[in-house]
């Protein structure tokens, strides 16, 4: 492979803003008295809870074990009291059933899975079971377990680690792979053993050199390849990382392994190293605590049910009334309205944004200028299939493919009339669906 | 005279060639048609509105001429324009209880909390955007996605809630898919207490995001003529429409947080305000 | 430790925090700023008109400017629609684009009515911004050409640099020209020819258009095709029979083609979206300039074309959608 | 001979469009172009219909009603029976291709509704076959003519519709929508097809 940043067609240039936490090391975060553990944290069928109300729990502990292929087990974040088990705020706006746990004080690990030191030689299917049982999920964002995407169904030949980061303000990767660099080229290690390959290869956006030139120092030692990719948004999104590294297109409603590649985040591989070297589940992670609003902006290890109240706090408050409170980036990250939802595994980042830098929606009329369709990653025609949801035209929109289309806000970044494109396409995509299952109960 | 002649038979000829090509032409490809649908799709009211839940007023023609309906199912048509209709194709005009809609939330911006939102104005786009920006996770989210679909003006957005005018529904239904809170239900006409509550959370998690909540304290049922009347469903009470209370419960039952009203009453106004 | 507990950690207020949708940051580009750099790209032209035609020129473009401002403002009051559309500076720059195409000798009230036409007649009876299937400022300068010819196709031959130049001396455009009378290739690039403000300096059209294209405000296959094409067609026809037509570099440069392929045909809101869709566009203006140019009864038909070609955008649109990433494969498994 | 041919076919499409320099058969062209899809349908009916009319009118004039006879001793000529002839033949036509139609396309055939039997009364049906009559031209020539101006006709229609189509997502002042604002896109169609003129 040649050292030239690799890239994809279209994406967007938003200003990147790491520098507010990029070079702050990640903290671990205090213990609390208290953890409320949202239940469901996967893309899949929720886990079914375990415990009730009064239980005694150790660190590590199951609280809700998998239901089903597509569903990953939860553990208690430290050992305790069930207090309550209750429906608490979600990620989504939307009160979601939660598992509080008041902490002893004594942290104390209960019966953890037993270490498996020698993984070069153990079994894959042991590996898998133990990512399985870990309950590790895709920590870039999305929450899809693991071990599904280590299970394919079809034969995979490239295992790629994603150490993009394309979202702006984010720095818990970089500085995951900065600090724990050897954690990250060991998981990529097992991931590959567990597929049956020998390499892996990792992608790290150029707007990283230091995590680029430390990953390369130490990349031979684990078989793995580090590849310099162009900085440019959605270069993280799975579809154009796979695109910019082998050139292979998924196909629209196909999966990775459809054209041989499974995608991990570097964050997934540390918790897999974790789990198989220690027998750790997962149960904590990195999460950026930024934006211009925050005093102290940085990284923190946070245990999942931390409430973003605490970690707000934790970075020393905000110096103006924020307009928007985010879970993960501002491209993707998810609005809140409330401050006791707590971190998930997925939480890359607790984003706060001043007033001046929100998008307002406005909704004047498109004046056909063609920048969405220049920014957009998939080939699609942004400015078309808004104008037809706007008219409900939802069997127009699906002929105009906006199954394609992977919500990565390009669209809307670069629009001039101020259009809530994206928000269109989720309307077209639910609609979509919601006129597909009527029709298969007829 | 002889060009008279000449060209009545020159026109003539003319006209019985081409009724010949037209004859079999008509004769190879024939097609049948049932002339009675037309006609009583022309005796329908022609508003599509699809509440008879047939595509349009012509889908619906033809189901009745094909004997897979009968004419009441019109919710638009009066009861003479059925019987019409019945009588033309020889057959029963059927007999349909009137429903109206009722959008079972009270949650005005008066008495609810909500988040500034900013995005597109439809409740369906709405709600994928923090399940529509409101406290509450089951209320009207009163970006009048219902009223825009009602083909009869009988929705009216007051205050950020839908409410149903009872004189002008005609309970063609076309509102009650467009509602992402499934808030909207067809009842009987004739029943005018409603509960304007659809939140099954807990009593105290409701209160404090609504004042206007159902919070399960049974006076209602209490008060009713008799115990079925009113179902109690975990935290949310709910009239039992196949035996349902009488309008003067409102009057005895001194709900305390006002989520039983009368339609009549609730589309008037006369709750605006409650409990603040 | 102490120090922290002394001083009160701020936090957000929840009740404040605005929900919306993904994204939630915006790169910098509005309507207006689009517009202003138009404008800004029309300068050059707007300069040499000036230079050549006196303040006449500049009487004209300021009548046409404030004219389509004054409609817009009167329109969204008598429709009651929001006020501040002018302010995004769409109304002003179809002014100066209506002024380009108007002849320095233009009467006051054809600025006027221009304005009006184009106002009205050409956006806001479609629904105004982004609804307007043809360019504005083209439909006002084919519906003032045909209903005022006489008018409209007088020219003030230019005097470089004689402020108040504004007696008719007549001159015919350089298209309309025959045989001698043909203006310099030199004349024609600097500007020294009668015609539309617009239409005289091919050098200042060409920097503007540099400058947009720079600023990648258009697409460049629009201007390229167009032009293209046209100094193909042209240059056959002239190789055919050099007694029809003039040679295309004379084509390319007199006339409105400049302006119309950089500033005209380019017009977002009435080209092709997709990067195919403009090729094709740019090509059937060339075709359709070119015929008339060479064969029709009008001297111009860059603005008859375009408008032709706006015609067609929906269905060039409709037929030029790409296949998105990731279909190919899709097609070849369904095959299989 | 092909550079009058050539002339014809310029004239009819683009330079003497039937609807939009002619103004004829303006009833079709509002009616069925609220989408493209009915447009193209009609379009199809139209060519088929003008095609033929005008080649089977120019037949019978020709050769029967242009030419003078001697029935018993009178000179007859039968010229003046060209509309009545005209409209029959046209009317025959019309009516198979709406037969022929409802057999194989009913949803267009329900989408054209009343406009397909209107093609009877089509101006512009009726116009092909005066004006190739009074051009004087032969058979084949009348036969071009018919059909090109019936593609002219089309491409009206279909630029027209298309329009349209996109009108309708358009926030048109509720004083002009509909018939309103497409007579104004149809009238400055009208002025782009101007600049068309002198070409032949």
């Not at chain 3, 203006?285 to 067609?312: D, H, K, Q």
Request: proline share 6%; hydrophobic share 45%.
């Amino acid at each position: 492979m040649s050292d030239k940043p690799r890239k994809f067609k279209g994406g967007v240039h938003p200003e990147d803003s790491k520098a507010l936490s990029a070079s702050k090391p990640v903290q671990t975060a205090p213990l609390l008295g208290k953890y409320t553990v949202i239940v469901h944290q996967n893309i899949g069928a929720p886990p079914e809870i375990v415990v009730k109300k009064g239980d005694l729990v150790k660190k590590g502990q199951l609280l809700a074990k998998a239901t089903g292929f597509v569903s990953v087990p939860l553990h208690a974040p430290t050992s305790g009291t069930v207090t309550a088990i209750e429906k608490c705020p979600g990620p989504a706006c939307v009160s979601v059933p939660a598992i509080e746990i008041t902490a002893d004080g004594q942290d104390e690990w209960g019966s953890p899975f037993e270490p498996i030191a020698d993984w070069q030689n153990a079994d894959p299917a042991v590996l898998k079971q133990r990512v399985v049982d870990a309950g590790i999920v895709g920590m870039g964002g999305a929450g899809f377990p693991s071990h599904v995407k280590l299970s394919p169904t079809k034969p995979v030949d490239t295992l790629i680690l994603n150490g993009a980061e394309c979202e702006p303000y984010l720095t818990a990767d970089h500085r995951l792979m900065l600090e724990q660099t050897e954690d990250v080229l060991l998981g990529a290690a097992i991931l590959a053993r567990i597929l049956g390959l020998e390499t892996a290869v990792i992608g790290v956006e150029a707007n990283k050199p230091d995590a680029i030139s430390k990953l390369n120092a130490f990349a031979s030692n684990y078989n793995v390849t580090v590849q310099t990719l162009a900085v440019n948004y959605p270069q993280g999104a799975e579809k154009q990382l796979i695109y910019a590294l082998t050139g292979r297109e998924v196909p629209i409603g196909g999966l990775p392994m459809d054209v041989g590649c499974v995608v991990q985040n570097v964050a997934s591989a540390v918790a897999v190293a974790d789990a198989v070297i220690k027998g750790h589940p997962s149960i904590e992670r990195i999460t950026t605590v930024t934006g211009e609003p925050v005093v102290n902006p940085g990284n923190w290890r946070f245990r999942i049910g931390t409430p973003i109240s605490k970690a707000i706090e934790l970075a020393g408050g905000v110096k103006v009334q924020p307009a928007k409170l985010l879970l993960g980036g501002p491209m993707m990250g998810f609005a809140q309205n409330s401050l006791d939802v707590t971190v998930m595994k997925n939480t890359s980042g607790i984003l706060l944004i001043p007033v001046e830098q929100v998008s307002q929606y406005t909704s004047e009329p498109c004046i056909r200028c063609g920048r969405c369709v220049e920014a957009c990653p998939m080939d699609i025609l942004p400015a078309t299939i808004s104008q037809a949801v706007e008219n409900e035209r939802f069997d127009w929109a699906e002929q105009l493919n906006v199954a394609a289309c992977i919500e990565c806000g390009s669209c809307s970044y670069v629009c001039p009339s101020h259009r809530p494109l994206n928000q269109h396409f989720k309307r077209a995509k639910a609609e979509i669906l919601a006129a597909k299952r009527k029709q298969q109960k007829k | 005279m002889m060009l008279i002649i000449t060209a009545v038979l020159f026109t003539a000829g003319l006209g019985a060639l081409l009724a010949l090509i037209i004859g079999a032409t008509a004769r190879a490809f024939a097609v049948e048609t049932d002339s009675r649908i037309e006609t009583v799709t022309e005796m329908l009211p022609g508003v599509n509105c699809g509440g008879c839940g047939y595509a349009g007023c012509a889908d619906f023609a033809k189901a009745i001429v094909e004997g897979r309906t009968l004419p009441v199912q019109c919710p638009v048509s009066t009861s003479v324009h059925t019987a019409r209709i019945a009588e033309y194709l020889g057959i029963t005009a059927g007999e349909k209880e009137k429903v109206i809609a009722v959008v079972r939330c009270g949650g005005s911006c008066a008495v609810t909390v909500r988040s500034p939102y900013n995005g597109v104005s439809d409740c369906r786009s709405a709600v994928l955007v923090a399940g529509g920006a409101k406290g509450c996770d089951f209320g009207c989210v009163g970006f009048a996605s219902c009223a825009r679909a009602c083909p009869f003006d009988a929705i009216e957005m007051r205050d950020g809630l839908a409410v149903v005018h009872p004189e002008l529904c005609i309970g063609c239904g076309k509102c009650v898919d467009t509602c992402p809170k499934n808030l909207i239900v067809l009842t009987p006409a004739a029943v005018d207490v409603h509960v304007y509550c659809n939140s099954p959370e807990k009593g105290a998690v409701k209160t404090k995001v609504c004042k206007t909540a159902c919070i399960a304290c049974r006076k209602c049922v209490k008060a009713a003529d008799n115990e079925t009347q009113m179902t109690v469903n975990g935290f949310l009470v709910a009239d039992n429409y196949s035996n349902p209370p009488i309008s003067d419960l409102v009057e005895k039952a001194k709900c305390p947080t006002k989520a039983l009203r009368l339609a009549s009453k609730h589309a008037a106004g006369a709750y605006e305000g409650v409990s603040k | 430790m102490s120090e922290s507990e002394t001083t009160v950690v701020q936090m957000p207020d929840a009740t404040k925090l605005v929900v919306s949708n993904s994204p939630h940051i915006r790169g910098g580009e509005t309507i207006s700023k689009i517009m202003v750099q138009v404008f800004i790209a029309l300068m050059p032209a707007a300069i040499a008109a000036v230079w050549f035609f006196g303040l006449a020129a500049l009487e004209v473009m300021v009548l046409c400017v404030m004219g389509c401002m004054a409609v817009e403002v009167l329109w969204n009051k008598a429709a009651k629609k929001p006020s501040g559309s002018w302010k995004d500076g769409s109304a002003a720059l179809t002014g100066l684009l209506l002024a380009m195409n108007l002849s320095s000798g233009a009467p006051w009230w054809i600025c006027i009515l221009g304005s009006l036409l184009a106002i009205v007649l050409g956006k806001q009876l479609f629904g105004g911004l982004g609804y307007n299937p043809f360019n504005p400022a083209l439909v006002a300068r084919v519906a003032l050409l045909i209903g005022f010819p006489q008018l409209m196709t007088s020219w003030i031959a230019p005097q470089p640099g004689n402020w108040l130049a504004c007696d008719a001396l007549t001159g015919a455009t350089p298209l309309a020209a025959t045989g001698k009378e043909l203006a310099s290739i030199s004349d024609l690039f600097y500007g020294n020819v009668g015609g539309c403000l617009g239409e005289t300096s091919a050098l200042a059209l060409l920097l503007g258009g540099a400058f947009l294209l720079f600023r990648r405000i258009i697409k460049w296959q629009i201007p390229a095709s167009f032009i293209a094409t046209v100094a193909i067609i042209t240059g056959l026809a002239h190789h055919v029979n050099p007694e029809l037509t003039p040679p295309a570099l004379y084509h390319v440069l007199a006339g409105g083609l400049m302006i119309g392929a950089f500033f005209m045909a380019t017009d977002m809101v009435t080209s092709p979206m997709t990067a195919n869709g403009a090729l094709i566009f740019g090509v059937g203006c060339g075709v359709i300039t070119s015929v008339i140019r060479v064969w029709g009864g009008y001297p111009e038909g860059v603005s008859f074309s375009i408008l032709f070609m706006n015609a067609l955008t929906p269905l060039i649109d409709r037929y030029t959608i790409g296949k998105p990433f990731g279909y190919i494969r899709i097609k070849k498994e369904t095959a299989q | 001979m092909t550079s009058n041919l050539l002339a014809i076919t310029v004239g009819a499409i683009l330079v003497n469009n039937f609807v939009l320099s002619k103004i004829l058969g303006i009833c079709p062209f509002l009616g069925v172009s609220k989408k493209l899809s009915t447009a193209l349908g009609m379009s199809g009916a139209v060519i088929f219909v003008m095609a033929l009319s005008s080649m089977v009118t120019a037949f019978i004039y020709n050769y029967v009603l242009s030419q003078s006879f001697t029935i018993g001793g009178v000179v007859i000529k039968l010229a003046f029976l060209k509309i009545l002839v005209f409209i029959v033949v046209i009317a025959a036509l019309v009516q198979v291709v709406e037969i022929i139609l409802q057999k194989f396309s009913p949803p267009l055939y329900q989408a054209l509704g009343i406009f397909l039997p209107l093609i009877t009364t089509n101006c512009a049906v009726l116009g092909a076959a005066e004006l190739s009559v009074k051009a004087g031209y032969s058979v084949i020539e009348s036969t071009i003519f018919g059909t090109c101006s019936a593609i002219g006709f089309a491409l009206a229609l279909i630029l027209f519709s298309s329009l349209r189509e996109r009108l309708d997502l358009a926030k048109v002042p509720a004083p002009f929508q509909g018939t309103a604002i497409a007579l104004i896109t149809a009238g400055i169609l009208a002025m782009v097809f101007m600049g068309f003129s002198g070409l032949v």
